[in-house]
């Protein structure tokens, strides 16, 4: 259950039994590699290569969709500036910077974050499967995403 802390008149949103409120609380430490009022980034206790740090927003959402649009914009900002450090600090040759929302998604910790994980020619990790669509499914598709953009 989400509970609201009064801190320097600001409400803010942390649950109780969250690893990543522990974390922006201090009551468990990790790596921090940047922060600023709204967000932290921190390395991942499990790196795919070293340097994989995880961003998150300061308030407990569960999942991405439930970020508010404002707290969005400062957060992907945050990726973005941890993003280049990250690649300049391992001279990475690319990054993959991802989000799993949802159990079936590989969400594993319940509070949003962006992973930024340095990627290295020939490090050996694969990439999607990729499908394709049948006669006429793309279309199906398209329209049916439409309309809830609409
Ligand atoms: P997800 O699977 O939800 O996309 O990613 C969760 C990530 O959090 C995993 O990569 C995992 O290694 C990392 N993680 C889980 N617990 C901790 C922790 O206590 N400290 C840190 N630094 N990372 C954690
Ligand atoms: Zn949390």
């Known amino acids: 259950m989400a509970i609201f802390l009064n801190e320097e008149a600001t409400f803010k949103r942390v649950e109780s039994d969250c690893i990543f409120c ?48 404002n707290l969005l914009l400062v957060w992907m900002a945050s990726v973005r ?21 949802g159990k079936a998604a590989g969400q594993t910790v319940n509070h949003a974050h962006f992973h930024v994980i340095p990627r290295f020619e020939g490090d050996g990790f ?9 006669e006429g499914e793309a279309l199906r598709y398209v329209d049916k995403i439409k309309a809830d953009l609409e």
């Open 22 to 69: 522990k974390i922006i609380q201090g009551k468990i430490p990790s790596f921090k590699v940047y922060e600023d009022d709204k967000t932290l980034a921190f390395l991942d206790i499990g790196p795919v290569n070293k340097g994989h740090a995880l961003v998150i927003p300061k308030e407990h959402y569960e999942l991405y969709m439930d970020v508010p649009e």
């Open 81 to 101: 500036k941890v993003a280049k450090a990250v690649m300049k600090a391992t001279n990475s040759d690319g990054l993959n910077i991802s989000l799993s929302m």
């Open 126 to 134: 694969r990439h999607w499967p990729q499908g394709k669509y049948g």
